[in-house]
């Protein structure tokens, strides 16, 4: 199983910026398009304000753009133990139609064997606990599946401060969805329509997918000063031999690969862990962070990240801390939107 390379020495505070609070997007624009880009060239520290629209400017024919293919399931649910007390659950993997594996929250923590009631007259049973998730067996009938579409909500990050709406159902995923796992969206690809999708392949720029199911975790803070004794979460990931040999056909042909987002980052890097991409399916817990050699990526599609998080210590790993963190001060000051529902940037890979 891929481990994180050691790196040289970093605090979390080393990734702290300031952002007022009014600056969180809490909802999406109303075209996906729409928002705003900041650019930022790796090697030189040189910002741009641009617009998403104008992405396919940014690429050539020949260039790769490699996109996170996951769909966020409807993983919130819920209920009530038998005594009474509120729960809520949050599925974070699905094992097979009856198991799976999730964090619940209560005034007390469920007992196994306990029963959750759910709404819409569902519930399902504690089956036990691996470290700090719980494992729950739904009922033979319906399976997860079939209670998640009922009754499920999506699951939208913490920093929204409102419930889910029927719109998130689809603006809380990417267009190009197709393999449901994910309890968190992978935000990049949020900004992408079809007519965005179009103009680039028009531009001569070919597409390619992996898979990374994007765990909570993403949103957890680095809870540690060092960041050595940081360790990651575990997600799973999968890199197709098609999307192997169009990477090297780019590479061969002089054109950039381009990721859609931390998550296609960290596929990537994972497949290629052993010196060489190859293909790849499994579980990673890739933490990058500044010192990282990158193998596979030279330009990325990101949206902003939250203050000492691991999206944030990836992104600087890429262009540089001071770059980054110039950029972000540079964003908060132009009223940049942040976040999930927020904008993005485009960056170009430091050597």
């Given at each position: 199983?891929?481990?994180?390379?050691?790196l040289?020495?970093?605090?979390?505070?080393?990734?702290?910026?300031?952002?007022?609070?009014?600056?969180?997007?809490?909802?999406?624009?109303?075209?996906?398009?729409?928002?705003?880009?900041?650019?930022?060239?790796?090697?030189?520290?040189r910002?741009?304000?641009?617009?998403?629209?104008?992405?396919?400017?940014?690429?050539?024919?020949?260039?790769?753009?490699?996109?996170?293919?996951?769909?966020?399931?409807?993983?919130?649910?819920?209920?009530?133990?038998?005594?009474?007390?509120?729960?809520?659950?949050?599925?974070?993997?699905?094992?097979?139609?009856?198991?799976?594996?999730?964090?619940?929250?209560?005034s007390?923590?469920?007992?196994?064997?306990?029963?959750?009631?759910?709404?819409?007259?569902?519930?399902?049973?504690?089956?036990?606990?691996?470290?700090?998730?719980?494992?729950?067996?739904?009922?033979?009938?319906?399976?997860?599946?079939?209670?998640?579409?009922?009754?499920?909500?999506?699951p939208l990050?913490?920093?929204?401060?409102?419930?889910?709406?029927?719109?998130?159902?689809?603006?809380?995923?990417?267009?190009?969805?197709?393999?449901?796992?994910?309890?968190?969206?992978?935000?990049?690809?949020?900004?992408?329509?079809?007519?965005?999708?179009?103009?680039?392949?028009?531009?001569?720029?070919?597409?390619?997918?992996?898979?990374?199911?994007?765990?909570s975790?993403?949103?957890?803070?680095?809870?540690?000063?060092?960041?050595?004794r940081?360790?990651?979460?575990?997600?799973?990931?999968?890199?197709?031999?098609?999307?192997?040999?169009?990477i090297?056909?780019?590479?061969?042909?002089?054109?950039?690969?381009?990721?859609?987002?931390?998550?296609?980052?960290?596929t990537?890097?994972t497949?290629?862990?052993?010196?060489?991409?190859?293909?790849?399916?499994?579980?990673?817990d890739?933490?990058?962070?500044?010192?990282f050699?990158?193998?596979?990526?030279?330009?990325?599609?990101?949206?902003?990240?939250?203050?000492e998080?691991?999206?944030?210590?990836?992104?600087?790993?890429?262009?540089?801390?001071?770059?980054?963190?110039?950029?972000?001060?540079?964003?908060?000051?132009?009223?940049?939107?942040?976040?999930?529902?927020?904008?993005?940037?485009?960056?170009?890979?430091?050597?």
């Open positions: 199983m891929p481990i994180t390379p050691k040289c020495p970093m605090l979390k505070s080393d990734f702290h910026y300031d952002l007022p609070e009014r600056l969180i997007a809490q909802t999406p624009l109303p075209e996906r398009a729409a928002s705003r880009l900041l650019c930022l060239d790796g090697p030189s520290g910002l741009e304000d641009r617009h998403f629209a104008a992405l396919p400017d940014l690429l050539a024919a020949g260039d790769l753009l490699v996109l996170n293919d996951t769909r966020v399931i409807p993983a919130r649910l819920f209920g009530h133990k038998a005594s009474g007390g509120r729960v809520e659950v949050l599925i974070e993997r699905v094992l097979d139609v009856r198991l799976a594996l999730a964090h619940v929250r209560a007390k923590a469920p007992k196994p064997g306990g029963a959750i009631h759910l709404e819409g007259g569902y519930a399902c049973r504690v089956r036990g606990r691996r470290e700090d998730l719980f494992e729950l067996e739904f009922p033979e009938g319906p399976g997860i599946e079939a209670v998640l579409a009922a009754v499920g909500h999506m990050p913490p920093y929204i401060a409102r419930a889910d709406r029927d719109e998130d159902r689809e603006r809380y995923q990417t267009v190009f969805s197709r393999t449901p796992g994910a309890v968190a969206a992978p935000t990049a690809g949020l900004h992408f329509d079809a007519g965005t999708l179009e103009r680039l392949a028009a531009r001569g720029v070919e597409s390619a997918f992996v898979t990374l199911h994007v765990g975790g993403t949103f957890q803070p680095l809870r540690v000063d060092d960041l050595d940081h360790r990651m979460h575990f997600e799973f990931c999968e890199v197709s031999p098609a999307t192997v040999d169009k090297r056909a780019a590479r061969a042909g002089g054109g950039r690969v381009v990721a859609v987002g931390t998550t296609v980052v960290r990537l890097e497949a290629a862990l052993g010196g060489e991409l190859a293909p790849y399916r499994g579980e990673t890739l933490f990058i962070r500044p010192g050699h990158f193998r596979c990526v030279d330009a990325l599609v990101t949206n902003f990240h939250l203050p998080s691991t999206l944030l210590t990836l992104v600087c790993a890429f262009a540089g801390r001071a770059e980054v963190l110039a950029a972000y001060r540079h964003a908060v000051a132009e009223e940049y939107r942040f976040f999930s529902y927020g904008d993005a940037m485009f960056v170009t890979r430091r050597p």
